[in-house]
T-cell receptor, first 112, second 111 residues
Framework: SQTIHQWPATLVQPVGSPLSLECTVE??????LYWYRQAAGRGLQLLFY??????ISSEVPQNLSASRPQDRQFILSSKKLLLSDSGFYLC???????????FGSGTQLSVL | KQEVTQIPAALSVPEGENLVLNCSFT??????LQWFRQDPGKGLTSLLL?????REQTSGRLNASLDKSSGRSTLYIAASQPGDSATYLC??????????FGSGTKLNVKP
């Protein structure tokens, strides 16, 4: 069966520090991968999606970047965090042609 | 721009009631629609997926319907239980990779 792992669960970082969140998927090949952010009391905002290794599409201009170094690994990064980067970050994957979305457990990021 | 709206934003009901959550979308040319459940501080759990060619899907006490012509989907929860308390989100897929989420309905089922 397919599983998705996302870590860490909670992260507190000072303004200006770097960020690296990692997500891996098991049990499937060539998934579509996604990074979403959920601000408190608001809906999900799509940040990045990837259809293959090294292929990243960004939905909104921001202080973040994403990379896909391996087929089932998706990394969200920042060189210098801003206060506005605080939020709940969710990794997700889908099977091409099915487009059913599966989510990781999320990372609560607090930038202080 | 495709928009997905969920009404109400919050709902509180006594245990045992049947209830309906609503999701509306502006563009009827959808690929599929998915309902999710989210517990506080957790990721989203998929509940039901309705393909554009389908009118409804059922899983246990949950039934989701889709009316593309009117741009609406409903999630029906029968005999609600306190364990159903969570935020319910719908997501619409229009084309490859494009998922659009509503802001959710926060449900509280009182014992």
């Amino acid at each position: 069966s397919q599983t998705i792992h996302q870590w860490p669960a909670t992260l507190v970082q000072p303004v200006g520090s770097p960020l690296s969140l990692e997500c891996t998927v098991e049990g499937t090949s060539n998934p579509n991968l996604y990074w979403y952010r959920q601000a408190a009391g608001r809906g999900l905002q799509l940040l990045f999606y990837s259809v293959g290794i090294g292929q990243i599409s960004s939905e909104v201009p921001q202080n973040l970047s994403a990379s896909r170094p391996q087929d089932r690994q998706f990394i969200l990064s920042s060189k210098k965090l801003l206060l506005s980067d605080s939020g709940f970050y969710l990794c997700a994957w889908s099977v091409r042609g099915n487009e059913k979305l599966f989510f990781g457990s999320g990372t609560q990021l607090s930038v202080l | 721009k495709q928009e997905v709206t969920q009404i109400p934003a919050a709902l509180s009901v006594p245990e045992g009631e049947n209830l309906v959550l609503n999701c509306s979308f502006t563009d009827s040319a959808i690929y599929n629609l998915q309902w999710f459940r989210q517990d506080p501080g957790k990721g989203l759990t998929s509940l039901l997926l309705i393909q554009s060619s389908q009118r409804e899907q059922t899983s246990g006490r949950l039934n989701a319907s889709l009316d593309k012509s009117s741009g609406r989907s409903t999630l029906y929860i029968a005999a609600s239980q306190p364990g159903d308390s969570a935020t319910y989100l719908c997501a619409v897929v229009y084309n490859f990779n494009k998922f659009y989420f509503g802001s959710g309905t926060k449900l509280n089922v009182k014992p």
